[in-house]
C-alpha cells in the first residue's frame, strides 16, 4: 500500500484494499494505463443510450449511399440475394402423424394453400412473399432494423386478396419514433416494455412521418399490441430496444472512398483533355512587345509546332493519372468494407481470380455469416407469418386436419435458405454423391442444400420419366461393357468406373 492508502486503511480498510486490489489488477492489462500513444477510447451507458443518441443518423446516412453509392447498392444486393435469394426462403411442411412419420396428405395441402397466399401476402398487393421478403431484409440491413404487422381474420376494410384471411403490413422504422420516451409508462423509443423488459407494445405513427404532405404530432400515434407486430432489428447488446444499420462501422469509410474515387476519376479527366505550355528560353528573348498579335496554338493529331519564336519551346502538362495505385488502395479498402458488412471480399469487389480452394474458402466462410442473418430473418420473420398463415387457414376452414395428425405438429415445417452455390460442378456433385453412398447425408438433405424441395424433385422426376416413357425414350445410358480385358485396374476402381 502507499502512504495514502494506509491512511484510508486506518479509517476503512475495506475500502483501503478495494483500492489496493484494483490497482494491481490494473497492472496486469496494459490497455487500461494512460498513455500518450493510445486515445483509449470507450463507450459508456447502455446499448439503449447508445442507439438513442445516434440510430437515426446512421440510417440516413445509409439510405444516401443506396441512393447515390454503387458499392452500396452491390453490398445490399449481395446479402439479400445470399439470405433472402431470389425465390425466397423456401417452406416444406412436415406435419406428422402420431407415429413420427411425415403426413404427405396434410403436408400438400398446407403447400397448395401456401403457394396461393404467397401470390398476396401484403396489403398493398404490390409484392409476392418472395419479393415482400427481400424487400424487408433489405430495410433490416439498411435501416437497421423492420416493422410488419400482423392482420388476421375478416375485415370489412381490408380485402385479403386470397383465399386465406391473413396479410400483413410492412413498415419502415420511420413509423415508429425514436424520440418518444415515458420513464412512467417504461416505453423507450416507441417501444414499451414490461418489468422483465420484454416489449408489450409499440406506438406507431398513422402516416409515415418522412411525407412532406404531412405533421404528426402524439396524437397521430397509435398502440399496437406486441403479439399483432414482428420487429426485425440488428442489435449487438443485450437487452437493445431498437437496431442499427449494418453500414454503421464502414460509412466513414465509404463516403471517403467515394470521393476519392470521384476525384481520382475528375483528375484522370482532366489529365486525358491535354494541354500545353510555351518555354520562352532566356528572358533577354523576350521583346515584351504588346503590339504583337497574340498566337492560337490548337492542339490536333500529328500536328507540327511551326510557329515558335526563337529560343522557344512546348512543355505539356503531366498530371500522372490514372493513379497507378488507385486499384491497390481500392482493394484494401473494399476488404473491409466486405469484413464490417459480413459480405466476402470478391462479391463486394467483383474480383472472383484465384484458385479452386481458395475460393470455396471464402465461400465457405461467408455463408457462416449469411447463414447467421438468415437464421435471424427465419426465425423473427419467416416462421411467425408462416404459423400465422397456418392458424388463418384453420380459423377460415380452408385446411381441414385428419384425424391422425398429431396436433403439436400442425406449424412444424423446414425453411430453407438460400444455400452455397457449386463453384466447380463437377467436384461438388462427386462429392455429394460420396457422401450420399457412404450414408454420411441423405437425399432429401443434398436436395434441400440446392434450395429445392425434395418433394417437388421427385414428383417432376416422376412424371418426366413417366413422358419419356411415353415416348420411347431410354432414361439413362447403359453402363460400358466389360471387355474382361486386363488393364492393370483394380477390382475398386473398374467398379468406380463403371458407376461414372
Known sequence: MNPLDRIIAFFAPKTALHRAHARRILSYYEIAKPSPYRKGRRSVGSGNES????????????????????????????????????????????????????????????????????????VTWSHNWASAQRLLCRTWLRDGEVLAQRLLGTSPVLDHGTEIPYSVEMLEPDFMPMNYDDINRNIRMGVQRNQWNRPVRYLIYKKHPGDQTTYLTEAD??????????????????????????????????????????????????????????????????????????????????????????????????????????????????????AGTRITYSSAAKDYGGTYSSQRQELVEGYGAYGVLANEFIGQMVTPVYEDMIDAAILSGKLRIPRDVDPETINDALFIPPQMPWIDPQKEAVALETLENNVHASGPEIIRRRGQNPR????????????LKEEGLATGSPAPADTGANDGEGENDAQARKRA
Open 51 to 122: 442507439v438513442a443518441k445516434a440510430a437515426e443518423s446512421p440510417r440516413e446516412q445509409a439510405r444516401w449511399l443506396e441512393e447515390n453509392h454503387d458499392l452500396a447498392i452491390g453490398v445490399l444486393d449481395v446479402l439479400v440475394q445470399n439470405v433472402v435469394g431470389p425465390a425466397g426462403v423456401q417452406v416444406e411442411p412436415q406435419p406428422r402423424h402420431r407415429d413420427g412419420s411425415i403426413h404427405d396428405e396434410l403436408a400438400r395441402q398446407i403447400l397448395t394453400l401456401h403457394r396461393d397466399w404467397s401470390k398476396r401476402p401484403e
Open 221 to 338: 400515434l397509435k398502440s399496437v399490441s406486441a403479439d399483432r407486430m414482428l420487429h426485425l432489428k440488428l442489435t449487438n447488446r443485450i437487452n437493445q430496444v431498437r437496431g442499427v444499420s449494418i453500414f454503421a462501422t464502414v460509412m466513414a469509410r465509404l463516403d471517403d472512398l467515394k470521393d476519392y474515387e470521384e476525384s481520382e476519376r475528375v483528375a484522370a479527366k482532366v489529365a486525358a483533355s491535354m494541354a500545353a505550355f510555351i518555354i520562352k528560353g532566356q528572358p533577354d528573348m523576350y521583346t515584351g512587345d504588346l503590339d504583337k498579335e497574340m498566337r492560337d496554338i490548337r492542339f490536333r493529331p500529328g500536328m507540327v509546332f511551326d510557329d515558335l519564336e526563337p529560343g522557344e519551346s512546348v512543355g505539356t502538362i503531366d498530371t500522372n493519372r490514372p493513379n497507378a495505385n488507385l486499384a491497390t488502395y481500392r482493394q484494401g479498402q473494399l476488404r473491409a468494407i466486405a
Open 456 to 467: 417437388d424433385v421427385l414428383e417432376q422426376e416422376a412424371n418426366w420419366r413417366r413422358l
